[in-house]
């Protein structure tokens, strides 16, 4: 079991930042990526950036690149967003989640057996 923690979200003006964080617990040794997804009210929830525990390969979707960037700290079993150059369609509740092993590709989220609970972002204009 993997239990994931968010944290970092808020309310932001357009244009500002945030660094959200996704502590990770239980058997993390045995994962293979952690990704963040985000879901807006009334919309599906969408993929924003996944990294791979071992050798740090990211993807990222299109929305968010060159503006959002996710890292890790082995050490501390941390995944991290830095999302900058916020904009107001940015506002939606941020998962992390966690694949203990190989399951499709890392922007599906049906490949991810964890979830944590979310965290609140909210991009004023």
């Known amino acids: 079991q993997a239990q994931l923690v968010e944290s970092g979200g808020g309310l932001v003006q357009a244009g500002g930042s945030l660094r959200l964080s996704c502590a990770a617990s239980g058997r993390t040794f045995s994962a293979d990526a952690v990704g963040w997804f985000r879901q807006a009210p009334g919309k599906e929830r969408e993929f924003v950036a996944a990294i791979t525990w071992s050798a740090g390969s990211t993807d990222y979707a299109d929305s968010v690149k060159g503006r959002f960037t996710i890292s890790r700290d082995n050490a501390k079993n941390t995944v991290y967003l830095q999302m900058n150059s916020l904009k107001p369609e940015d506002t939606a509740v941020y998962f992390c989640?966690?694949?203990?092993?190989?399951?499709?590709?890392?922007?599906?989220?049906?490949?991810?057996?964890?979830w944590g609970q979310g965290t609140q972002v909210t991009v004023s204009s």
């Open positions: 989640a966690l694949r203990p092993y190989y399951s499709g590709p890392r922007y599906f989220a049906g490949s991810y057996k964890y």
